[in-house]
């Protein structure tokens, strides 16, 4: 299945209007760049650095978490892990950011989809966010499966709450839902009924379970993959990942490819 790219990308700077702490090293940035604001879709990201050091030196690549197109904003959900993530996490509204977007192909919902299940692991649900809200705009039924280690990071499950038909969560501590694997409430919910389109962002075992079930029961997949990325625009091959049909750029081609496209080595 070909997934077309949307979007040329842009070379920007924008501004940095918010910066908040949600829980433990979670944070939301809110960032002010109109022209990659109106093009942004579901699944694509930017290239973005807030530094102008030899280390880090590169952008690093965050996923669109909200787009409000009308006000000329994005958000990044973004979890501090590194030198990077550091210096987001410091910076201050006003600061300017460089950019580079929209990147990638962005999530494909096909025409007369009617439910679709998203299947996130802990800061994956930032990346399908705004699926999920398209999705509702275009009243299609939402089934969500959202597992984190604990019950705290179980990140957007109030919103998520609010506009889905149901919500299933996992913790590996047990603290909020069941203890164990998502996936096995997406497959309760299949032996009763159809589900369209599943979506999965943040674990590689997850993706499997759903390739496992999709041979079962035969519905659509895509997967957003995430690898270490320097230019994020298709030119180093820095990110390639194993696919049936070869090696393949997911800055490029994906992030988001048809879950039985997708090999994982381990
Ligand atoms: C398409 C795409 C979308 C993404 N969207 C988001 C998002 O919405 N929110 C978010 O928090 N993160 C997202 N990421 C991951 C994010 O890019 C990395 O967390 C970030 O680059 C880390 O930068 P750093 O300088 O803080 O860490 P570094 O100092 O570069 O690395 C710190 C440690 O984290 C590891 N690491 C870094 N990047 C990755 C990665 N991609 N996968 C696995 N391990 C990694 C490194 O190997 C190292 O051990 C996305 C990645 C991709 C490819
Ligand atoms: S990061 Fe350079 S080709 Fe993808």
Redesign the pocket.
Known sequence: MKIENINIPLMISGNLIENINLNDNYYRMRIEAPQIARKAKPGQ?VMLSMWETKD?FLK????F?NIEPDLGTFD???????????IMVKSKVGDLVELIGPL?NGFMIPENTNNIAVVARG?GI??LMPLILESKKRGIAIYAFLSAQTGSLLLCSNEINSISEKVFYTTDDGSKGAKGIVTNFLENVLKEEVIDVVYVCGSKRLTKHIRNLQRKYNFLAFV?L????ACGIGACKG?VHKTKDGYKR??KEG?IFPVEEVIFDD
Do not use: D, N, W
Not at 226 to 229: A, I, L, T, V
């Open positions: 990201f880090p690093r690549p965050f996923s978490h990044i959900l973004y979890k501090e892990i590194g030198k990077g993530t550091q990638g800061i930032a990346t957003s995430e690898e270490h990325m990110c997911v800055c992030p």
